[in-house]
């Protein structure tokens, strides 16, 4: 007999093999030698009450032997004489499963990526975290596996009804990530080693006849007859489009200009900007598991994690991105413009606890604000990317140059004041006191002051000096939508064009991006 079971256990016996038997027979009223075996089919912490318990769902084998999860079969078709081409501009999340799903439809996908491989790209890295060179085309936002690759790897989405998102998890698997993301409520893979799965993701579709195409940045797109026939590279490449696949990212600006020079529609897209709050984990920990202050957190625990949502009058705060066991990195993307954003390894053994913590910013603050400042302009598709770009190099000025971040205690933060001094940080270009409101517009800055206010009375410890506000948290969504057919998921203009994934402003974040390039594919299929 099969039985499913939800047990609640104490960390440590959630790490114990023989005391989930003990507790999964006495669930299933039989003795423990009638238990055979069980599968995990998920698993969360639950730390609301006083003491934290470990919720595990499983598919316990009673009076028989347990039978052994097989992996789906992803059948990859080979391509390389396949009679339908599709052109995939952007190497992100949306982009590689976009290919992937057209090798199990039999069309030969061609990937086109501005950036580099991911081993180069670390390079690239690694020469602005220490030297605060920037590589436009190369870095945390551009480059093989896109925006998630070296941002921390969460899997968790909020938008299950897009997509099948334990299809997406067990692909990650399929290609060498941790089985534990198919039961894990917060899956996560981690920074370090997400690398390794986007490259056997490239090698598999050059296995198949695809084609992986690095340093291609797009700059046009010749159109004829209703049709993308071709797009040109920076390089001078003329390259043409059975179907084109426009899978860019969210920080791809000057595709932005692009598509918008040519007539082609899109329109602005309300976004979240605001800071990184970073904490010690060891903080955290304290506040989440209720622990004394002072003393470690149990080691049958993972480093804790938030999650924080206020309504501030009509305006909404919320902490996103959380990273614990993080660090903050430097996310630009242009000279003299300032982002910031976050990741964990693996392990999320690092000392500090970091997340965005963003501001609701709509089209109606964007054009107050321009308006104010030049007087009533015609509607703008690019409003909210002038009003990020403007709130980076308000950024970049404040820090002093060198992608050196403004920041405050979070403590001087809520009570007006500039810090005269700072906390250590994790931050690798260092932080400089700055007074925020030189950086963030006036609605963002009153909000986010009354939203830590109210978390700080939600969550005891929170506001403390320890705790500091790095500016700014910009890239969290596309601030640009591209029109799409909700059925065919075509561009109303370009009947092969197929706006996708987070850039699109169809996805936010790896999974949902995911996802988004599977059902492009699909509809992508079945267009004669």
């Known amino acids: 007999m099969r039985k499913p079971l939800q047990l609640s256990l104490r960390p440590e016996e959630a790490s114990d093999p023989d005391a989930i038997r003990r507790v999964a027979a006495r669930s299933a009223g039989v003795a423990e030698a009638d238990l055979c075996g069980w599968q995990p089919l998920s698993r969360s912490i639950d730390a609301r ?44 999340p949306a982009g590689l499963f976009a290919a992937l799903r057209c090798l199990q439809h039999g069309i030969r996908p061609v990937v086109l990526d501005r950036g580099k491989d991911v081993r180069a790209r670390r390079r690239d890295l690694a020469a602005l975290s220490r030297e605060g060179i ?11 596996g896109g925006a998630g690759t070296y941002s921390d790897g969460k899997l968790y989405t909020r938008s299950a009804k897009r997509g099948d ?8 698997v399929r290609f060498g990530a941790d089985p534990d993301i ?15 799965i986007i490259a056997a993701m490239r090698e598999q579709i050059i296995a198949c006849g695809g084609e992986v195409h690095f340093g291609q940045r797009v700059v046009g797109l010749d159109t004829r007859a209703g049709r993308v026939q071709s797009v040109r590279t920076a390089g001078g490449a003329t390259i043409p489009a059975d179907a084109c696949v426009l899978a860019t990212g969210h920080s791809a600006r000057d595709v932005f200009h692009m598509l918008a020079a040519a007539g082609i529609a899109i329109e602005a897209k309300p976004l979240a900007i605001g800071v990184r709050i970073e904490h010690p984990q060891a903080l955290i920990d304290t506040i989440q598991y209720h622990g004394p202050p002072g003393l470690p957190r149990s080691p049958f625990l993972p480093p804790a994690a ?54 609701e910013a709509r089209l109606a603050d964007a054009s107050a604000r321009r308006n104010s400042q030049q007087g009533t302009p015609a509607a703008d598709p690019l409003l909210m990317m002038h009003l990020q770009a403007d709130i980076e190099r308000r950024a970049f000025q404040a820090g002093g140059g060198a ?17 005269p001094d700072l ?15 030189d950086v963030l517009p006036p609605f963002i800055h009153q909000a986010l002051r009354d939203g830590l206010r109210t978390f700080g009375r939600r969550m005891r410890g929170y506001l403390t000096r320890e705790a500091v506000l790095v500016a700014t948290e910009s890239r ?53």
């Open 306 to 359: 938030y999650r924080l949502v206020e309504q501030t009058g009509d305006r909404g705060v919320f902490s996103f991105c959380m990273c614990p066991g993080g660090i903050i990195a430097p996310a630009s993307t242009s000279p003299g413009e300032l982002v910031v954003n976050g990741w964990s390894p693996s392990a999320r053994n690092n000392r500090y606890a970091n997340s965005g913590m963003v501001v």
């Open 403 to 419: 992608f050196t971040a403004p920041a405050v205690r979070v403590t001087d933060f809520t009570e007006g004041r500039t810090s």
């Open 182 to 196: 198919l039961v894990d409520a917060h899956p996560h893979i981690g920074t370090n080693r997400l690398p390794r």
């Open 49 to 92: 009450g006083r003491s934290v318990r470990i919720h595990l769902s499983v598919l316990a084998f009673i009076g028989e032997a347990p039978e052994a999860v097989l992996p789906p079969d992803f059948t990859f078709q080979d391509v390389h004489r396949a009679a339908r081409t599709a052109l995939i501009v952007g190497a992100g």
């Open 476 to 528: 969290t969504s596309s601030p640009v939508r591209i029109p799409r057919d909700a059925v065919t998921l075509r561009h109303p203009q370009w009947e092969n064009l197929y706006p996708c994934g987070e850039g699109a402003g169809y996805a936010g974040g790896i999974v949902s991006a995911a996802m988004d390039g599977q059902r492009v594919a699909d509809a992508l299929a079945v267009t004669a």
């Open 134 to 144: 920037l590589d436009p085309d190369s870095n945390y936002c551009f480059g093989e």
């Open 165 to 172: 998102v334990r299809r997406i998890l067990q692909l990650f």
């Open 423 to 437: 906390p250590t940080c994790s931050y690798p270009r260092g932080i400089r006191p700055a007074d925020l409101r």
